[in-house]
């Protein structure tokens, strides 16, 4: 039998032992938190663009299960969302086009909620983005592709056949069927292009299901388009990845993520005009530089009025911020089509939405809150 004091003795022993195994390995309570450390990949092949994702994880196998299912995700987008590619037994954008004026076609859900979300900003914004303007969209398509494969025949697509086109853009003629699951456009000259608002969807959904699976702190980036999960982590431990096998500066102390906005004079040594702090936010920005060619010196880019059936040049850039990556990329493609009046007002009337245009002549106008998120 063991006396009294000695039992004493063992019982303190047993709780320092733990106590310091606690503190070692960081596994009790907050202590784990500290722990996270910062891992990064890219990735060429999702949405025509370039994908970067950003997490802080516990280490590199955990960061890479995350990796792998948002790869895994955007990649069903991508597939489904898509209008110049056939993917075996998928239903896809391009399946409804296909079949115009044919039958409905049976798609999956995540195809209904994008052209749901679609139909609802075109009624909010007068039409300023409009997903069932496929048929001008793919003839500035293909003259823009054209003029970048041979410069020298560049050419601007004839009225005539911009205001042909225009006679089968009419979003009504969309009929979507939530309870049949299906899509049918009403008008064999009738297409879809979701090219305005499918990253953005796909990184918010993407993004919200990785946090529902357990990812606290991270940044999407699909193209410029940015979600950012959570904020930064508490701690201050060392990067341990980066691209190419370069370091990550090492970051600290429970902070916002620091994003920045595009200039959009490529050829200006300042890559970046102004820089945000996002927590659980979205920052997206449709702009003249993004996709473009040119014609005797004058730039036609990829962001089409829907009245004037023509590039417009009052703005350079319109950066939208808010708690919705989908939301940020309709409006931004919206905004960039209206007038300074009525895109402000649409801007301010929304809880939680800013905004930044950014004109020719660098003359910035910001939306009431907008400052509040910038850095100095
Ligand atoms: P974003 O970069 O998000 O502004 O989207 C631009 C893309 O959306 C273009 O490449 C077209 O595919 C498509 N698009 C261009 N203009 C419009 C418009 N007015 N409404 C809907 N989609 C558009
Ligand atoms: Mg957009």
């Not at 994003?259 to 996002?278: K, M, T």
């Not at 040049?313 to 931004?332: F, H, K, M, P």
Request: with cysteine; charged share 20%; proline share 3%.
């Amino acid at each position: 039998m063991l006396r009294t004091f000695q039992k004493v003795k063992i019982f303190t022993a047993a709780v320092c032992l733990i106590l310091v195994l606690c503190l070692t390995l960081g596994g009790c309570g907050g202590a784990s938190a500290q722990r996270l450390k910062r891992y990064s990949t890219q990735y060429f092949d999702l949405f025509d663009t370039v994908t970067v994702f950003t997490a802080y994880t516990a280490d590199q196998d955990e960061f890479d299960r995350y990796a792998g299912e948002m790869y895994a995700e955007m990649a069903e987008f991508h597939r489904l969302f898509d209008i110049y590619h056939d993917y075996e037994g998928v239903n896809t954008i391009k399946t409804i086009n296909d079949n115009a004026g044919i039958s409905p076609v049976r798609v999956d859900g995540r195809i209904i909620g994008l052209l749901e979300e679609a139909v609802s900003l075109y009624e909010l914004t007068g039409g300023a983005v409009n997903v069932a303007m496929g048929s001008v969209l793919s003839i500035w398509h293909e003259y823009r592709e054209a003029a970048l494969a041979d410069p020298e025949w560049a050419q601007v697509p004839p009225m005539e056949l911009l205001e042909e086109a225009a006679a089968h853009m009419d979003i009504t003629k969309l009929q979507i069927d939530r309870q049949a699951g299906t899509v049918y456009l009403d008008d064999p000259g009738m297409s879809l292009d979701v090219g305005a608002v499918a990253k953005g969807y796909a990184t918010e959904m993407v993004s919200r299901k990785l946090r529902e699976d357990g990812l606290t702190s991270a940044m999407l980036n699909v193209g410029g388009n940015v979600r950012t999960i959570g904020a930064k982590p508490a701690g201050g431990w060392p990067a341990v990845a980066g691209f190419g096998g370069e370091p990550v500066a090492a970051e600290s102390g429970g902070e916002p993520w620091a994003v920045g906005i595009q200039n959009p004079d490529a050829e200006s040594s300042e890559a970046y005009l102004h820089s945000v702090s996002l927590i659980d936010a979205a920052l997206v920005t449709s702009g003249t530089y993004q996709r473009y060619y040119e014609v005797d010196g004058v730039r036609y880019h990829h962001i089409i009025h829907p009245d004037l059936l023509m590039p417009w040049n009052r703005y350079e850039s319109v950066t939208i911020l808010c708690g919705d990556s989908g939301l940020a990329d309709c409006l931004s493609t919206a905004v960039f089509n209206m007038e300074m009046e009525a895109g402000l007002a649409l801007i301010e009337g929304m809880d939680g939405v800013e905004a930044l245009w950014i004109y020719p002549d660098k003359t910035e106008v910001r939306s009431s809150g907008f400052a509040g998120y910038e850095q100095s």
